[in-house]
Each structure stands twice: as C-alpha cells, then as structure tokens.
C-alpha cells in the first residue's frame, strides 16, 4: 500500500480518448486527476466524474516580473481560482513566466536581476493572499531549460525553493518536478529533503524521455524510500507520457511509489 496521495496526468495519458474519458479511466484505477489548461474544459461534466482533482494550471497568462504582466497573471488567478471551485482542486499551477503551447516562454527572459527576484517575490505574495482568500495553494513548479523550456526564468529548484521560502506562505507551495530537477540539477533525494517543509506536490516522469517511472535513468523506490524516511505523506503526481501502454505506465507508477508494510 502506497502512503503517499497517488496522481495522474489526464493531458499526458489514454490520449486517443476524449479528455472526461481519461479522466474517469484515471479515477476508476484508483488515481487522483490533475489537468493543464482549465479553459478549454467541460469543468462540470469533469466534475460529474467523481473523480478527486489534484492539481490545474493556475493562471492562464501573464508573468512574475514585469507590472503589466503581473497584473495579467493575477486577474487570470483569480479566474483560475473560480474555475477550481467547479471541480473542487485544492492545488493550482504557476510557472516563472507565461508558457505557449510548446512549453517555450511567451517573452523569453534569459537574464534574471535582482530588480527581478524582488518584483517576483511580491507577486508571489499577492498570489498567495489570493489563495488564502478562496481556501486554497498556488504552487510554484521547477522547470528544466536545457530541453523542455529554453529560456524560463526561475526554472531551477533551487529558484523556485528561494522565491516560495521568501514569501513564506502556506498558499504558495513548491511543485517539486523531479523530471525536471534530474534534467536541470540531479541529486534527487538531498532535494527533497532540503525542500520537504515547502513542497506542496511532487511530480514525477523519467529521463529522458519524460515517460513513467522504470523507462529511464532515475531510480524512483530508492526516492520512494527517501520521501518515506523524512516524513512525506503528501501527493506524488505521474506527469509523464507512457512508454507503451497507459496501463503498464500506471503499473509501474504505482509499484515506485508503493512502499511495503515492514
């Protein structure tokens, strides 16, 4: 039996369904849901799915840094706020800057200042206050940029670690991606543990090749058995594509991160 709050990514699996079918097959196996985009979905006929959503994106555009973009970035919480009320998702995704479809920054921003560590921190603080208002957690998620996401600011852990430590506030959590963390730093299991009292999620694929866990290089029981010994019981969230077949991948997730009685 798994302590951890299993999850599964509906955008990234059974994707030759119709998205409200992936999502019932994800439920029926006994997997929490997370989805991307909220804007292009039938929320209440996902609702009516009985399924338990873990995580959505938590703005639609807009960026940390620059006043205009902030401002946008925080309207679109706020929307992303009220759409999570029809599905009842504790959890909503941010990322260092507006991301296009292919994942790559809508304004790439390569040189980061200390001006800008500032003006991120304190719209990270009004995002957070936002949270607080509608009872729930924005979290900050890592992103590597040698192959995913060329030209991301604040993409590494440790940025996202240093920007949710500043505010320190519980409705701005850390999405600890450790595809991306592997990608972009590697030393998986310090992280974790040097992250535990801010991490509000974990997200998890292999490398290379972004599929689930046992297809690549990261050898997720020995994380498993980390988080296990340092305390976290929180939600470990498959973002990967399968390998093969979505079943098999869901397997595999599940027998990684499933720890034995003794």
Known sequence: MSR???AANAEMLFVDMPFEQRVRRLHQAGFDVEIWDWSNKDLPGLAATGARFGSMTGYLRGTLVDPDGAT?????AEESLVAAEVIDCPRLNV???????????????LVVTGADWLAAARTLERLAALGERYGRIFTLENLNTAVDHPGVPFGTAEETLALVTAVDSPHLRLN???YHAQIGE???VELCGRA?????EIQVADVPGRCEPGTGEIHYPRVAAALAEIGYEGVIAMEAFAATDPELALTRFRDAFTMSAA
């Open 4 to 6: 951890f709050t299993l």
């Open 186 to 188: 590697g030393n998986l």
């Open 196 to 200: 535990l009292a801010y991490i509000g």
């Open 72 to 76: 946008e970035l925080l309207r679109t």
């Open 176 to 178: 600890l991606d450790l």
């Open 95 to 109: 990322h260092g800057t507006g991301l296009d479809p292919a994942g790559t920054p809508v304004v790439p921003h």
